[in-house]
């Protein structure tokens, strides 16, 4: 298994740009999280997904967009990229019942710097 | 709302020392608590855990962690630690009714020196 992977590893944007962040897993976990990790900050939660077609907001939604078409895939998006986006995004998956719900597993991260 | 808050931002420590990184947590409820590990440019990945049972948890790498429900603490403890455990180290809480949320403290860079 490959785990939960992220794609693309790393970017530079332009102020203004427009980009796509694909994360995918393939353990058949209902729900799936993107967090931005920011020094001294620790994650923060950006959006999340407890299934297929269903997404909600968490700590700090601005300027980000999600979409979960498919089980294993959750799309994170930013229509026009500011340099308060400079980041590292992880995204993480889990079980959707029981205890297994509370243990996330996590990408390998997408650095994303915006100039 | 929660917050988790790691005391120490930074820890350095002898290699075969003892190490002990701190974590607050600031909730009403019952709350699951956890430890995860970030090594250098990868992603995180969970050290230990406490649903409920036991108030000491062990990970498999010789870490424990003891929850401390009067004193809102779960406090990472490693008896001897080794260069290899270089890391920075989250903690970070989900309450049981909002299984979906990690709120996570801001992170102890643990770094063993030879």
């Known amino acids: 298994n490959a785990g939960v992977t992220q794609t693309p590893k790393f970017r530079v944007l332009k102020t203004g740009q427009s980009m796509t962040l694909l994360c995918a897993q393939d353990m058949n976990h209902e729900y799936m999280y993107w967090y931005r990790q920011d020094p001294g900050m620790g994650l923060r939660l950006i959006h999340y997904s407890v299934g297929e077609g269903t997404t909600a907001k968490g700590e700090v939604p601005d300027g980000y967009n999600v979409s979960r078409l498919k089980k294993q895939n959750f799309l994170l998006g930013l229509e026009s990229a500011a340099p308060s986006q400079t980041s590292v995004y992880f995204c993480?998956?889990?079980?959707?019942?029981?205890?297994?719900?509370?243990?996330?597993?996590f990408g390998p991260g997408t650095r994303l710097t915006v100039t | 709302a929660q917050s988790v808050t790691q005391l120490d931002s930074q820890v350095p420590v002898f290699e075969e020392a003892p190490v002990e990184l701190r974590c607050n947590y600031s909730?009403?409820?019952?709350?699951?608590l956890f430890w995860y590990v970030q090594y250098p440019n990868q992603g995180l990945q969970l050290l230990l855990k406490?649903?409920?049972?036991?108030?000491l948890v062990e990970s498999i790498n010789g870490f424990e962690a003891e929850f401390n429900k009067s004193q809102t603490s779960f406090h990472l403890r490693k008896p001897s630690v080794h260069i290899s455990d270089t890391a920075e180290y989250f903690c970070a809480v989900s309450d049981l009714g909002s299984a979906r949320q990690l709120t996570f403290g801001s992170g102890t860079q643990l770094t063993v020196l030879p």
């Open positions: 993480a998956s889990s079980y959707g019942t029981g205890q297994g719900l509370y243990e996330q597993y």
């Open positions: 406490y649903l409920s049972g036991s108030t």
């Open positions: 909730s009403s409820v019952s709350v699951y």
